[in-house]
């Protein structure tokens, strides 16, 4: 049986989902075990429908005020909300130690750069 997403966020009505199975369409190959949802998977339909909106304005607060008929305010109370439900996540993560010491051996970075991004400069 194949459900609409928006389906299964009515079913669950805001409740935590695991996904057990995942199964790739072109290949039909099939992986079993615990996934974790997306975190934009996780908000619940209106504030997914809301984000879309926000993306597809191109985040223009002015044009979400009127496509939505709410007011500046509204539309970043509502931002702030969907924020906090949301982990950042670091687009350039530090380096870990290990990384750290096999750009040194690789004669990528100085020593110095090595001390500094193992912290221990500041």
């Not at 997403?5 to 009515?10: F, I």
């Not at 290949?27 to 809301?50: K, R, V």
């Not at 040194?104 to 221990?120: H, M, P, Q």
Request: hydrophobic share 40%; proline share 4%; net charge negative.
């Amino acid at each position: 049986m194949t459900r609409d997403w928006k389906d299964l966020t009515e079913i669950t009505k805001g409740e935590a989902v695991e996904v057990e199975r995942v199964r790739m369409k072109q290949s039909g190959i099939s992986i079993e075990g615990n996934f974790e949802l997306p975190p934009l998977a996780q908000l619940t339909l209106e504030d997914q429908i809301f984000v879309t909106a926000f993306v597809r304005c191109f985040g223009s607060i002015k044009e979400m005020e009127e496509l939505f008929g709410i007011s500046y305010p509204t539309v970043k109370n509502r931002l702030t909300k969907i924020a906090e439900k949301l982990e950042f996540v670091e687009i350039n993560p530090p380096a870990s130690g290990s990384e750290v010491l096999n750009q040194l051996e690789k004669g990528e970075i100085s020593v110095d750069e090595a001390v500094k991004k193992l912290g221990g400069e500041k």
